[in-house]
Nanobody, 121 residues
Framework: VQLQASGGGLVQAGGSLRLSCVVS????????MAWYRQAPGKQRELVALLNNGEDGNYANSVKGRFTISRDNAKNAVYLQMNSLKPEDTAVYYCNALIRRTSAQFRPTDYWGQGTQVTVSS
């Protein structure tokens, strides 16, 4: 199983970006899907997470600006980022909790490779 993130880039403050993350490989069930970010010199932090059938949960710093969504048919999760600020600059990582087979008792945490988002002032 691999997670492939894309969509990062350089954008001016106030602009928008849409991150995508696709899960490839054989999976039995994908539970929580989420986006984290890590800015230089800072710890990785949760940006947004989404469980099946529930509303997204967001860090206070991005509420009202970011929207997480998922397409279960494509095994994908997205992060729509609007009204971007310079403090949103970070490497963004997608994360998913996955059971690969029905025999697997506990799901495994998987991470994507990260995509750089840079917001200029």
């Amino acid at each position: 199983v691999q997670l492939q993130a894309s969509g990062g880039g350089l954008v001016q403050a106030g602009g928008s970006l849409r991150l995508s993350c696709v899960v490839s490989g054989s999976t039995f069930s994908i539970y929580t899907m989420a986006w984290y970010r890590q800015a230089p010199g800072k710890q990785r932090e949760l940006v947004a997470l989404l469980n099946n059938g529930e509303d997204g949960n967001y860090a206070n710093s991005v509420k009202g600006r970011f929207t997480i969504s998922r397409d279960n048919a494509k095994n994908a999760v997205y992060l729509q980022m609007n009204s971007l600020k310079p403090e949103d600059t970070a490497v963004y990582y997608c994360n998913a909790l996955i059971r690969r087979t029905s025999a697997q008792f506990r799901p495994t945490d998987y991470w994507g490779q990260g995509t750089q988002v840079t917001v200029s002032s």
